[in-house]
């Protein structure tokens, strides 16, 4: 079965497999577009694919929304799920906030692309 199936290109294990639409390594659980022909050539075009929380990709400008309620420290109500953030921006983040934004009633703040999906 793994014969016709490519190796991680991340760890280049052998024992690969396709869920999907996208294939899977079960030993470093690194994931991947089978059209892209790994993870290398998406790095050495120096384009960043960001995906929200259903899978859409996602760039500089869009509209997206909060799909679950997030705590926010030194303040006393955190941001609902269902909130709309406009005109966002992709940046290089720390722990995983790759989206610069502004929220309306919060201000200037980062979000994880896995706690937002696109409107």
């Given at each position: 079965?793994?014969?016709?199936?490519?190796?991680?290109?991340?760890?280049s294990?052998?024992y690969?497999y396709?869920?999907?639409g996208?294939?899977v390594?079960?030993?470093?659980?690194?994931?991947?577009?089978?059209?892209?022909?790994g993870a290398g050539q998406?790095a050495?075009?120096?384009?960043r694919?960001?995906r929200?929380?259903?899978?859409?990709?996602?760039?500089?400008?869009?509209?997206?929304?909060?799909?679950?309620?997030?705590?926010?420290?030194g303040?006393?109500s955190?941001?609902?799920?269902?909130?709309?953030?406009?005109?966002?921006?992709?940046?290089?983040?720390?722990?995983?906030?790759?989206?610069?934004?502004?929220?309306?009633g919060?201000?200037?703040?980062?979000?994880?692309?896995?706690?937002?999906?696109k409107?």
């Open positions: 079965m793994s014969d016709n199936l490519p190796a991680c290109p991340s760890c294990s052998e690969t396709e869920m999907n996208l294939m390594c079960p030993e470093c659980a690194h994931e991947w577009m089978p059209s892209e022909g998406a050495d075009s120096g384009e694919v960001i929200d929380s259903v899978g859409n990709v996602l760039s500089d400008g869009d509209t997206v929304t909060v799909v679950k309620a997030l705590k926010v420290k303040s006393v955190g941001i609902k799920a269902g909130t709309k953030v406009r005109n966002i921006r992709l940046v290089d983040g720390v722990d995983g906030h790759d989206i610069d934004c502004r929220i309306e919060f201000g200037a703040m980062q979000l994880k692309s896995s706690v937002v999906k409107a």
